[in-house]
Nanobody, 114 residues
């Protein structure tokens, strides 16, 4: 699978951004698509993911502020990020996971600063 991300940028605290990730190539009917992030000096962490069956999971730090969704026809996953905080700043990576493989996007920078 090949993943192409878009939607990162600079936003003020309290602002919103929407990330998109389109998957192409060899895809599998059973999969999980999601977003991870990595801030400088920190490990990559799960932000949210959604299974091919529609089950969603969020990191506690983003619950109530971020919403993950999928367009199954377009093989695209979205992350709507509201009420952004400075601690949300990181490189956000799209992930496509199957039982056998993990695929990653190139990453998109999200900066939160006044």
């Amino acid at each position: 699978a090949h993943l192409v991300e878009s939607g990162g940028g600079l936003v003020q605290p309290g602002g919103s951004l929407r990330l998109s990730c389109a998957a192409s190539g060899t895809l599998f009917s059973i999969n999980t698509m999601g977003w991870y992030r990595q801030a400088p000096g920190k490990e990559r962490e799960l932000v949210a993911h959604i299974t091919s069956g529609g089950r969603k999971n969020y990191a506690d730090s983003v619950k109530g502020r971020f919403t993950i969704s999928r367009d199954y026809v377009k093989n695209t996953v979205y992350l709507q990020m509201n009420s952004l905080k400075p601690e949300d700043a990181a490189v956000y990576y799209c992930n496509y996971a199957t039982a056998l493989n993990d695929y990653w996007g190139q990453g998109t920078q999200v900066s939160v600063s006044s």
